[in-house]
């Protein structure tokens, strides 16, 4: 009897992403993640990431330079 597969979840995506950008994570949670996610929701998951990335930075930098743009 095989174990069963647990569903793909968005939320375990955007963690595995998460931590990747990161740059820390053990590799049997890696490996475990790579068997319960889903390759869209880790495409969506990188895309959220990196608009987040690039908003923060930009507030970062307008902050910085006292918000005269």
């Known amino acids: 009897m095989k174990p069963q597969q647990a569903r793909p979840s968005f939320w375990r995506s955007l963690r595995m992403v ?10 049997d949670e ?6 319960q996610v889903s390759p ?4 969506a998951a990188g895309l959220i990431a ?3 990335l690039v908003l923060a930075l930009v507030g970062l930098v307008n902050w910085v330079a006292g918000g005269s743009a």
Request: charge should be positive; avoid cysteine; proline fraction near 0%.
């Open 50 to 52: 990196a608009v987040l």
């Open 18 to 27: 998460g931590w990747g950008l990161l740059g820390v994570r053990k590799h």
């Open 30 to 35: 890696y490996q475990q993640d790579l068997a």
């Open 40 to 43: 869209f929701h880790v495409i």
